[in-house]
């Protein structure tokens, strides 16, 4: 890559494989330049997938990720990649979910950060999994997520 800005980036503009882990998985940021604006970014993984811990079953989640950068903004191939990562990670919805909010606030220190994890059923129930760093910083627009709760058929 040329541009100096990015430099350092170990995945963007390369062929590279799925990490075999989320720790393994290597997430990677590049400078924000918002101009102290408090933009809220957002991203969405309408199919991630993991697995049950205890029966290797998959499991399939709608994931909102949402942030407003200090310094720092998360480089979305990485990003993708680490939610990729997940597909043979043995771990329950709960886990998962604070695991990726965790990951990504160790590596931005975000001004705010919030994740809904909409967790299709499992066992007849669905789980929705929340967090977020604080209250979102007065004057930032926070819009709503938008994933209405499970209905099945109804």
Not at 25 to 47: D, H, I, S, W, Y
Not at 89 to 102: D, P, V
Not at 135 to 140: D, I, K, L, V
Request: net charge neutral; hydrophobic share 40%.
């Amino acid at each position: 890559m040329s541009d100096e800005r990015y430099e350092g980036l170990q995945q963007l503009g390369r062929n590279v494989a799925m990490p075999a882990s989320p720790e393994a998985a290597m997430l990677e940021r590049v400078a924000a330049k918002t101009g102290g604006k408090l933009a809220m970014v957002r991203f969405v993984c309408p199919e991630f997938t993991s697995l049950c811990p205890l029966t290797g079953q998959p499991d399939f989640a709608h994931i909102v990720l949402d942030y407003i950068p200090g310094d720092w903004l998360v480089e979305s191939k990485s990003l993708k990649l680490f939610f990729q990562s997940f597909r043979n990670h043995g771990g329950f919805h709960e886990a998962c979910t604070l695991m990726i909010a965790q990951r990504v606030v160790d590596l931005l220190s975000p001004v705010w950060l919030r994740i809904g994890a909409y967790w299709y059923p499992r066992g007849g129930m669905p789980i929705d999994v929340f967090w977020q760093s604080g209250n979102p910083p007065e004057g930032a627009w926070i819009p709503d997520q938008g994933v209405t709760g499970y209905r099945g058929r109804g």
